[in-house]
Each structure stands twice: as structure tokens, then as C-alpha cells.
């Protein structure tokens, strides 16, 4: 029962919390480009009114992929919150991904289309990282349980910092910042018009804005989780986590998509797979001893 | 019930009653009728034998089956040379000879053939077999209900004179019995029997349309097979000359110390690793792809293919904790990660089948190499996953085929609007190769947990994971990119078309939610015949749990992994069929879509007005970085690397022996 | 439908186009958008899309080209709409006015809300008429502002 509560009561506040922080991010942002910026309220008040427009669609196969978009990260999120499998967890994140993408095809517009495109070569560049980090934490505790993270006395940042450094790199994209803001943007509306989101208006664009609001909620989740005990020392790293992630967006250029399949291959996995194999020799050693 | 010595008939020789009767009526509905029978007869066969359980069997007669086998063995090889010397394709008749010449020295030169005559039982039917019988039975003989109707159209468009429509039956049904003959042998001489007469009816399928290319595609795939028959004559020979027994109840009871017995084991994976179409030797599969989809459907989903797998998975215990099972881990993680990376470059829709097909069979070899109970059980989930997915998926790409009259990827833009029952089949069936809550990813889950003994290969996974969802989304995007209309007409299609397809995708749910079920009633058997120790997953509630096994967890008592089947197809409900279903659009809601406000009419208009206002079709197309990704930038590395692996493999296997000598 | 009301007036997205302007009215356009003057204090977003769009702002004269696209792009907006001429020549044609490819203003084609004139309008201008249009939303949907 208890479990039933803390999911209805995550589905609930998520989006609170998500919309709040994207409002910051807008009045950050606009600080750090000298402007006043709107309201923190911002980012809700575009949500209602998206839903008060009326409904414009270019095909009905795009829609139904968003709500699965929708469906599924909230899934992915409650995997989190009741502390379940984390490699499964990051399947779910990229099945909900690829439903973007797929709603990205779903039409035949060459913005769309180019921004899908780009949104699976990002998929391409992120998701090895975010297995990767499953299987540090296995590494770590000997379980791919959530629960089991928050359970262990040693913070998982302790021996898995050059994953958490990956996953850094990581939250740039899945966050659409710059320099991995490829997809689609939150500033670039001439030269991608607004990529794998073009074709979505009114009240289906207000539905991605809100799957992007439990995105950041689930991201911030995961970075966390590196200290989860105490929770609240993984908060604080998890808010200044967004806030280097606002700073480096605001001071990059978009680059292109080779680059950053390069780049994310090049220090992500790398890190990734130096910190794993840091564990094996550390597991061959004390087999020896 | 039937008495066992029937059901043995029924499985291994009704096929070949069967297919001889297809191929003297000529009649197309009487073949049908046939065909139907069989596979039908088939179906109920392979569940009698479920019931039935564990047993094993000898022919009674077994002096005469002995000489068939024998006699049918120097036929095949007989007209291998024949082949060989017709087509003047040296390879072909290289690999023959070093077949038939062993093959003769051994049984009549060395004496293995009283040896081999003392073998018992002859055939040995344990779960691990069952299962196979199962997935062969069903998926194959839907594959060859499917046949039946496709051939009628394929020979029309191809305007032939004379059908050879029998001939193609005659063999595809018969594929069906050598299958299930091969994985029920233990006579590793009958073993051997089995395995040439896939080959040869590879051979014969592919060869079927007598293109130049067929032919070629065709002589490669017997000589390559070929190189598998010569490994298994020469792990015969080194087996009788250690005075080992020639069957495979034999080798994995341990009789002999297992180190000597390890260079033969390696040739029997290895022999495997070529049918299963493992880097370096995935070409034969690829070349395959010129034959009629149905072939391509059977070769791939459960037959051939599946007895390399097969063959790797039986003889897990007999490497069990050795070097080789790290080797035979790094070949089948190797093979997964490189062609799925191939897979994105690919332009053909039924390559990309093929690479997804060579990719999830390494991964089921990696599984068999990291040989922990879990990583079995991953290997036959993903053993009976895979067919029927895969059945599903090229019997959609032969209706598509016969839909557009293309394979190509590009052509296939828009089916969604043409085709859309198919189109909603081929997304199921796509859908359930990477993604939850399906099969697949559950055992590709489970191959991630396990693989943390071999970190090397686990590294592979993940690389290859990324890889699968990108080509596999790509894809299905290019159906999907229609311009909208509304109430579209569906289809209609031969009942011969659309019943295998609606069958398959009911396989493929219903394995998917009964997992459990088949997880408790099948699979635990069978990896209790492979892996004796502990059993590693458990069914708790409405999903699956991983218990800890490994040294990592080994003081804790926590659960290692967690995955809830029930409630993840309760998602998938929600997020993808609800909308299916309800998400509505009227006219009036139908914008064109952004084209710069320079589109050339309504919705349904996919022009612009270019430059001094001509109108232009909008052309979309995927990524494929043939440069980064495409056969030939990568095929040197990726050839050079998997032929490193195997050579060290058997490095590790004669090392092996030689210390223990 | 209260709090869309209100939203609607916070989150105006604009759509900046440019139909046949000398550019002298597009610069000032993308000045509103510098630091200072910063429209996204008011919530207002520069949108490159009309599917996204709230406010249509169109500078210059529309010409026989263009008039066809801007019919286009209004058609693609999602209601409701508002469209804001600025500039001179887009109320009138202005110095464009007669030449043989020019039809006149954007109400030629499309309907407009708010006319903003100046030749260039100066970016003051553009603001107070972005939110002249809002308090003409806001007096249809009777909120107050
Ligand atoms: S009104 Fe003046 S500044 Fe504006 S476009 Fe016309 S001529 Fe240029």
C-alpha cells in the first residue's frame, strides 16, 4: 500500500518540481546573458495556455507516440522513487526515447524528421553511459536494486567518480543543453525551428513539456542517488549539478553530431569503462590476498 | 497418447513423408492441404513430447538405420564434389574432400564405426532438445504454412513457366525433420548426419531461384558449413583417438578429464559458431538473403542458425570455468557488437534482419560462454524469443516484399498507408526485438546482470545495446512517415499470409506476459540439464527476480535484480496500445505539416513551392554512415579482430590439453 | 478556464515574419529580443515555427510572392491567434506602396489585430503593441490583464 502512495504521490509533485526548476533554469539563463528574465511561474504559465489552444496535429500517428512518451517516463521515474531495478530502469528511459523519435518520423516534415534523426544519434552517444553506470553500481553494491543503493553505508560517489563525471556529460544532452542541444532546443527556434518537437502544437506540445518536467526530475534522481545517504547531501549535488549544466550551456556553441558521438564515445565510455575496470582489478586483487 | 517410437517417427520422419508427397502432387491446393497437415501433425508432436518429458531412445532396428546413415552421409558428400567440380567452385570441393576422406579413414580405416555402433542411447530428448523441438515444430511450420502462399505469388511475378514451387515445399519440410533429428541426437555420427543434411538443404533453398547470385550465395554457404562438417569429423577422430565416447551424453558426463577433452569441444562450439554465422563467418547468412523470404525466415528464426546456438549451449558444462568460456563469451559478445553496428549502415531491410539475427545469436553464444545459470537461462529465453520474433519479422518483410516489390529500406516510406495491418504486425514484431516489456530485452537484461563475471564482454553488450535501438528505430520511422488520411483501407491478404503473421504476434505476447509460466513449465528444465548449480531466477509476484549468485553478493541475501513482467505490459498497454486505439484526430485538426509556409496545397501534399515556384516533393531519407559504419570501412577491423578471437580460442583449448597431458 | 485565461495573456509566442520589408523594421523586431529590452520578461518567446506561435508579428509589405505564405503560415497557427502588423509598410505598403509586385498591407490578406506604426517601428513600439494585443485577448476572454 505504502508503495501505491508514493507512486500517486510522485506522479503528483514531479511535474511541480520539474516545471519549478525549468523556471529557474529561464530566469539563469537570461542572468547570465544580462536580462531580466520572466517570471519563475513561467515555464506553468506556457503550460496552460499550450493546453488552451486547439488541437492541430500533421498526422495521428504522432500523437500516439507522445503519450507514450509521457506514459513511459513516468515509468521510469517510479522505477526510481519505489526503488527498483536500475539497469531495467534504463531500458524504460530509452524505449521512452525512442517513442520520441518515432513520433519525430511520424510525419513528413523534413524538421521533424532531421531533429528524430539527430535524437537517435544522441541515443547512440548517451545510452552506453547510462548501462554503463548500471553496471557500476553492480560493480559497487552487488545489486542492480535501487533499494539496495540506498541500503549501502559507502555513497556510490566514492568509488564511481569518473562514472558520475560521464554522467555529467550525459545530462547535457538528455537536458537539450548546449553543446548537445541537437534534437531539438530551447533557444535554436530558426535554424532547427524547433527539430524532433516541430509539428507538435497547442496541447501535445504542452504534453512533452510536461514529460520534460518529470525528465528533470528523473535526471536530478539519478545524479542523487551518488549520495543517497544522506538523501539530502545528494539533492544539493543534484541541484548544483543543473546549475553547471545551465553554466555550460550558456557558454558553448552547438556542435555537431559526429562531434558529440565522438566526444561522449571518447571520455564518456572511456571513463566508464577505466572506473569498471578499476573494480575488477581492485575484485582480482583481494581474490589473491 | 502415441508410444514414444511414434513420436520419434512422427518428429524426424513424418517431415520427410511430408515433403515427398509435396513434391510428387503438384497440385497447389492439395500441397497446401499438406503441408497444413504436417505442420499441424507437427505442432502436437512437439507438445506431446513436452508432456512426455525426459526420455531417452534407441531405433530398434539399429544395425539398418546405422547403413541409411551411413550410406545417406557419402551421398551428400558424394554430390557436395559433384557440386564442387560442376560449378568449379574449388572451396566447395576443398571442404568436401576434407570431409569425406577423414570421414572414411575414421570409420573404416581407425574402426570408429564399431564404435560408433555402440553408442547408446542413439538419440537423447532431455528439456534443452524439447525446447528446440518446440520453437522448430511451431515457428517452422508456421514459417512453412506461410510457404505456401508466398511461392504462388513469387513464381507469378517472376513469370515462370514451370512452377518449382513442389521442389522449394519438398525441402523447406523437410528442414523441419533433420531439425528436430539434429537436436535430439546423442550418436554424435547421427550428430553429424543431421548437420550435413541442414547444410545440404541450406544449399539446396538458397540455390532455389538459379540466379547467378542465388548459385554463388548458395556454394558459399556450403563451403563454409563444410568447414563446421570437417571440424566436427576431426573433434570425432581426436575424441576416439582419446579414447573418449562418441556422443554428447558422453562428453559431458566427464568420463575422461575434461582438459583433454577441450580442443574437441572447441571444434564441436566452433562447428556451431559457423552454422550460428559468427564473425568472421556471417557471409553465408548475408548471401542468403537472395532466396525467397521464406527461407530466409526458416534459416533464421528456427532452424540452422539455431542448431549452431543449440550446439554451443549443449556443450556449456563441458568448458564450464575454463578459459574457452571466456573466449567463446569474448567471439559471441564480439559478434553482437559489431553487427549490430553494421545493422545501422545497412540500406536493404532484410540485411538489417540478417545483422540483428547474427547479433542476437552472438549474444546467445556470449550467454553460453559466461555459463552461469543465469546467462543459460538468458540463452534459451532468448533461443525462444528471437524465433518467434524473428519468424514474425521476415514473414512481415516477405509480405511487405510482395506488397512494394522491394527490399529497400527507402521504398519502404510510407508503408504505414498503404499496408497498415501489415505495418501494425511488422511495429509489433520490431517493437518486441529491443524493447520492453517484451522477451528480447528481458533476456538481454539478463544477459547485462550475469555478464558481470566477463566485464570485457558486458562492455560489448552495452555498446551493441545502443546500436540496436538506433537501427531498429530508423527503421520503423520510414514506415511510419505518412502523410495523414483518414480512415485508411486495410489491406487484404491471403489467409496463408495473415495467419502465421496473427499467430506469431500471439507467440509473441503471449511468451512475453506468460514468461513465468514458460520460465517454471520449460525453460528451468532445461537449464537444469545445461547448469546443474543453483537456479537464478525466481518468479515473486507479478514479475521475475534475479537471486544473487556471484562472488560479488555472495554474503548478502539481497535479490541482485528485479523485473516486474505484469506490470511493465500493463505499461506498454497504457503508453502505446491505448493510444493506438483511442487517440482520434478529425479532419478539421489536420494542419500540413511545416514547410516554411511554402507548401503546395493541403494536408494531404507533400510539394513545396521551390525556387521560381516549382513544385518539389519533399524526399526524407535516414542516416546510414555507410562511411563510418558502412561494410567496408569496418569489415577489415571487424574480420581481423574475430579472427584473432577464434585463433585464440583454440589457443586456449590446446594449452589446455597440453597441460594436461 | 480561468488559469488558461490568464496564462494565455503571460505566454504570448511570437512569430516574426517577414514579408517584403527594406529589413529596417525585422532589425528593431530582433532588438525586443536583446537584453535591453528583453521581452521574455512578459514571456514573450521568439518562435521560428507557427505551429508554436501565438502572435504572428509581420513586417513589410505583402507582394504577390509572399502573400500565399503568409496565408500559409497563418493557416498553420493554432487558435487563437492574434497578428501583429509593424511598420508602416505593413499597414499601408508605405514607401513600397504602388510598385507593380506589391499588393499593400497584411490586412490584404490576413486578418490583423494590431497595427504598429513607424517607420522603422521602434522596438517600444513593437512591445506596447504585443501587449495591446494581449488586452485585446484579454477583453475577448473578459479577464482583466
Ligand atoms: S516601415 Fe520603413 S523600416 Fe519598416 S520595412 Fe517599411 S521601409 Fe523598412
Given at each position: 500500500m505504502n508503495a501505491w502512495i508514493i507512486a500517486i504521490v510522485t506522479v503528483i509533485v514531479a511535474p511541480f518540481i520539474g516545471g519549478f526548476l525549468a523556471g529557474i533554469d529561464r530566469r539563469i539563463t537570461a542572468r547570465l546573458q544580462g536580462r531580466f528574465g520572466p517570471p519563475i511561474l513561467q515555464p506553468f504559465y506556457d503550460f496552460f495556455?499550450?493546453?488552451?489552444?486547439?488541437?492541430?496535429?500533421?498526422?495521428?500517428?504522432?500523437?500516439?507516440?507522445?503519450?507514450?512518451?509521457?506514459?513511459?517516463?513516468?515509468?521510469?521515474?517510479?522505477?526510481?522513487?519505489?526503488?527498483?531495478?536500475?539497469?531495467?530502469m534504463m531500458f524504460i528511459l530509452g524505449f521512452a526515447g525512442v517513442c520520441f523519435a518515432l513520433g519525430g518520423f511520424s510525419s513528413k516534415s523534413p524538421y521533424s524528421h532531421l531533429g528524430a534523426n539527430r535524437e537517435l544519434m544522441q541515443m547512440l552517444a548517451y545510452e552506453p553511459v547510462l548501462l554503463l553506470l548500471a553496471l557500476g553500481v553492480y560493480a559497487q553494491n552487488g545489486s542492480f536494486l535501487i533499494s539496495q543503493i540506498y541500503a549501502s553505508p559507502t555513497p556510490l560517489i566514492s568509488r564511481l567518480w569518473p562514472i558520475f563525471i560521464a554522467l555529467l556529460v550525459i545530462l547535457t544532452i538528455k537536458l537539450r543543453k548546449s553543446p548537445f542541444d541537437l534534437a531539438t532546443s530551447h533557444h535554436a527556434h530558426q535554424e532547427l525551428i524547433k527539430g524532433i518537437m516541430t509539428e507538435y502544437s497547442g496541447p501535445y506540445y504542452a504534453l512533452i513539456e510536461l514529460t520534460e518536467w518529470y525528465e528533470i526530475v528523473l535526471l536530478l534522481g539519478i545524479v542523487s542517488l551518488f549520495v543517497a545517504n544522506p538523501l539530502w547531501v545528494g539533492i544539493v549535488i543534484a541541484l548544483a549539478a543543473y546549475l553547471l549544466e545551465l553554466f555550460v550551456d550558456n557558454v558553448t556553441a552547438r556542435m555537431t553530431v559526429g562531434w558529440m558521438v565522438r566526444f561522449v564515445w571518447a571520455v564518456g565510455i572511456t571513463l566508464c569503462i577505466l572506473n569498471l575496470i578499476w573494480f575488477w582489478v581492485f575484485a582480482a586483487i583481494k581474490g589473491v590476498s | 497418447m502415441l508410444p514414444y517410437n511414434w513420436m520419434m517417427a512422427v518428429a524426424i520422419l513424418l517431415p520427410v513423408v511430408a515433403a515427398v508427397l509435396v513434391y510428387i502432387i503438384r497440385q497447389y491446393h492439395a500441397r497446401g492441404v499438406i503441408v497444413i497437415l504436417a505442420a499441424i501433425a507437427l505442432i502436437v508432436n512437439s507438445i506431446l513430447f513436452l508432456l512426455h518429458g525426459k526420455d531417452t531412445f534407441s531405433p530398434a532396428n539399429a544395425q539398418m538405420w546405422d547403413m541409411v546413415v551411413t550410406v545417406l552421409d557419402y551421398l551428400i558428400l558424394l554430390f557436395y564434389i559433384y557440386v564442387g567440380i560442376s560449378l568449379k567452385n574449388w572451396l566447395v570441393l576443398i571442404f568436401a574432400l576434407t570431409q569425406i576422406i577423414p570421414l572414411a579413414w575414421f570409420e573404416f580405416g581407425m574402426g570408429g564405426r564399431a564404435a560408433l555402433a555402440n553408442v547408446s542411447p542413439t538419440f537423447v530428448v532431455d528439456h534443452l532438445a524439447i525446447v528446440m523441438c518446440l520453437v522448430?515444430?511451431?515457428?517452422?511450420?508456421?514459417?512453412?504454412?506461410?510457404?505456401?502462399?508466398?511461392?504462388?505469388?513469387?513464381?507469378?511475378?517472376?513469370?515462370?513457366?514451370?512452377?518449382?514451387?513442389?521442389?522449394?515445399?519438398?525441402?523447406?519440410?523437410?528442414?523441419?525433420?533433420?531439425?528436430?533429428?539434429?537436436?535430439?541426437?546423442?550418436?554424435?555420427?547421427?550428430?553429424?548426419?543431421?548437420?550435413?543434411?541442414?547444410?545440404?538443404?541450406?544449399?539446396?533453398?538458397?540455390?532455389?531461384?538459379?540466379?547467378?547470385?542465388?548459385?554463388?550465395?548458395?556454394?558459399?554457404?556450403?563451403?563454409?558449413?563444410?568447414?563446421?562438417?570437417?571440424?566436427?569429423?576431426?573433434?570425432?577422430?581426436?575424441?576416439?583417438?582419446?579414447?573418449?565416447?562418441?556422443?554428447?551424453?558422453?562428453?559431458?558426463?566427464?568420463?575422461?578429464?575434461?582438459?583433454?577433452?577441450?580442443?574437441?569441444?572447441?571444434?564441436?562450439?566452433?562447428?556451431?559458431?559457423?552454422?550460428?554465422?559468427?564473425?568472421?563467418?556471417?557471409?553465408?547468412?548475408?548471401?542468403?538473403?537472395?532466396?525467397?523470404?521464406?527461407?530466409?525466415?526458416?534459416?533464421?528464426?528456427?532452424?540452422?542458425?539455431?542448431?549452431?546456438?543449440?550446439?554451443?549451449l549443449r556443450l556449456a558444462p563441458a568448458y564450464a570455468g575454463t578459459r574457452l568460456s571466456i573466449m567463446i563469451a569474448l567471439v559471441g559478445a564480439f559478434t553482437f557488437m559489431a553487427a549490430s553496428g553494421l545493422a545501422i549502415s545497412q540500406t536493404t531491410g532484410k540485411r538489417v534482419l540478417a545483422y540483428s539475427t547474427i547479433a542476437n545469436l552472438g549474444l546467445i553464444i556470449a550467454c553460453a560462454g559466461i555459463n552461469t545459470p543465469l546467462a543459460i537461462t538468458a540463452a534459451i529465453l532468448l533461443i525462444i524469443f528471437h524465433a518467434v520474433s524473428k519468424g514474425l519479422l521476415f514473414l512481415c518483410a516477405g509480405t511487405i516484399e510482395h506488397i512494394i516489390w522491394s527490399r529497400e529500406i527507402e521504398d519502404m516510406e510510407g508503408l504505414a498507408a498503404k499496408a497498415p495491418l501489415v505495418t501494425v504486425i511488422f511495429a509489433i514484431g520490431v517493437l518486441s526485438m529491443f524493447l520492453p516489456p517484451f522477451g528480447m530485452l528481458l533476456g538481454k537484461w539478463m544477459a547485462l546482470e550475469s555478464a558481470s563475471t566477463i566485464p570485457l564482454a558486458a562492455w560489448l553488450f552495452v555498446i551493441a545495446s545502443a546500436a540496436t535501438i538506433v537501427f531498429w528505430a530508423k527503421w520503423l520511422g520510414r514506415f511510419l512517415q505518412v502523410l495523414p488520411k483518414l480512415g485508411a483501407k486495410i489491406e487484404s491478404l491471403s489467409l496463408s499470409y495473415t495467419v502465421p503473421l496473427w499467430l506469431l504476434v500471439l507467440g509473441i505476447f503471449g511468451v512475453g506476459i506468460g514468461v513465468a509460466s514458460v520460465y517454471t513449465g520449460l525453460v528451468q528444465n532445461a537449464v537444469a540439464d545445461v547448469v546443474t548449480s543453483g537456479q537464478a531466477l525466481a518468479v515473486q509476484g507479478w514479475g521475475l527476480t534475479v537471486n544473487g549468485y556471484s562472488a560479488v553478493s555472495s554474503t548478502a541475501n539481497f535479490a541482485v535484480g528485479n523485473y516486474p513482467v505484469w506490470p511493465l505490459f500493463i505499461v506498454f498497454a497504457i503508453a502505446v496500445l491505448i493510444p493506438f486505439i483511442f487517440v482520434a484526430i478529425k479532419p478539421g485538426e489536420l494542419r500540413p505539416v511545416y514547410l516554411c509556409g511554402e507548401q503546395a496545397g493541403g494536408t494531404d501534399t507533400d510539394e513545396w513551392y521551390s525556387t521560381a515556384d516549382v513544385k518539389t516533393k519533399v524526399q526524407l531519407g535516414g542516416y546510414y554512415f555507410q562511411g563510418v559504419l558502412g561494410e567496408a570501412a569496418l569489415n577489415p577491423w571487424t574480420y581481423t579482430l574475430s579472427i584473432v578471437l577464434m585463433v585464440i580460442m583454440f589457443a586456449v583449448a590446446l594449452l589446455a590439453m597440453g597441460g594436461a597431458l | 478556464m480561468g488559469i488558461i485565461a490568464t496564462s494565455r495573456l503571460k505566454s504570448p509566442w511570437i512569430m516574426h515574419f517577414d514579408n517584403s520589408s527594406c529589413n529596417g523594421c525585422d532589425i528593431e523586431v530582433l532588438a525586443c529580443l536583446t537584453p535591453l529590452y528583453d521581452i521574455e520578461r512578459f514571456g514573450i518567446v521568439n518562435m521560428g515555427n507557427p505551429k508554436h506561435t501565438d502572435v504572428l508579428v509581420v513586417?513589410?509589405?505583402?507582394?504577390?510572392?509572399?502573400?500565399?505564405?503568409?496565408?500559409?503560415?497563418?493557416?498553420?497557427?493554432?487558435?487563437?491567434?492574434?497578428?501583429?502588423?509593424?511598420?508602416?509598410?505593413?499597414?499601408?505598403?508605405?514607401?513600397?506602396?504602388?510598385?507593380?509586385?506589391?499588393?499593400?498591407?497584411?490586412?490584404?490578406?490576413?486578418?490583423?489585430?494590431?497595427?504598429?506604426?513607424?517607420?522603422?517601428?521602434?522596438?517600444?513600439?513593437?512591445?506596447?503593441?504585443?501587449?495591446?494585443?494581449?488586452?485585446?485577448?484579454?477583453?475577448?476572454?473578459?479577464?482583466?490583464?
Open positions: 495556455k499550450l493546453l488552451g489552444k486547439s488541437k492541430i496535429a500533421a498526422s495521428r500517428l504522432q500523437l500516439m507516440w507522445i503519450y507514450a512518451y509521457l506514459v513511459l517516463m513516468i515509468t521510469a521515474l517510479l522505477f526510481l522513487v519505489l526503488r527498483l531495478d536500475i539497469l531495467l | 522448430i515444430s511451431i515457428v517452422g511450420s508456421l514459417i512453412c504454412v506461410f510457404a505456401i502462399r508466398y511461392m504462388y505469388d513469387h513464381e507469378h511475378h517472376l513469370h515462370l513457366e514451370k512452377s518449382r514451387a513442389s521442389r522449394f515445399l519438398f525441402w523447406m519440410v523437410l528442414f523441419l525433420g533433420a531439425m528436430n533429428g539434429l537436436v535430439f541426437a546423442n550418436n554424435l555420427i547421427y550428430l553429424y548426419f543431421f548437420w550435413e543434411v541442414t547444410t545440404l538443404i541450406c544449399f539446396q533453398l538458397i540455390a532455389h531461384d538459379l540466379t547467378k547470385e542465388a548459385i554463388d550465395n548458395a556454394a558459399r554457404a556450403l563451403w563454409m558449413n563444410s568447414i563446421g562438417g570437417t571440424a566436427l569429423i576431426i573433434a570425432m577422430v581426436i575424441l576416439f583417438a582419446k579414447g573418449a565416447p562418441l556422443s554428447l551424453d558422453g562428453i559431458l558426463s566427464g568420463g575422461v578429464a575434461s582438459a583433454v577433452l577441450l580442443l574437441p569441444v572447441a571444434l564441436l562450439c566452433f562447428t556451431g559458431m559457423i552454422k550460428a554465422a559468427q564473425l568472421p563467418f556471417q557471409s553465408w547468412l548475408l548471401g542468403a538473403m537472395v532466396a525467397p523470404t521464406p527461407v530466409s525466415a526458416l534459416l533464421h528464426s528456427s532452424t540452422m542458425v539455431k542448431a549452431g546456438v543449440y550446439l554451443v | 513586417t513589410g509589405p505583402v507582394n504577390r510572392r509572399t502573400a500565399r505564405v503568409l496565408k500559409n503560415l497563418y493557416d498553420q497557427i493554432a487558435d487563437p491567434k492574434m497578428v501583429i502588423a509593424v511598420g508602416t509598410c505593413s499597414i499601408s505598403g508605405g514607401v513600397f506602396h504602388n510598385c507593380y509586385n506589391v499588393l499593400g498591407g497584411v490586412d490584404k490578406v490576413i486578418p490583423v489585430d494590431v497595427y504598429i506604426p513607424g517607420c522603422a517601428a521602434r522596438p517600444e513600439a513593437i512591445i506596447d503593441g504585443v501587449v495591446m494585443a494581449l488586452q485585446k485577448l484579454a477583453k475577448l476572454q473578459g479577464v482583466a490583464l
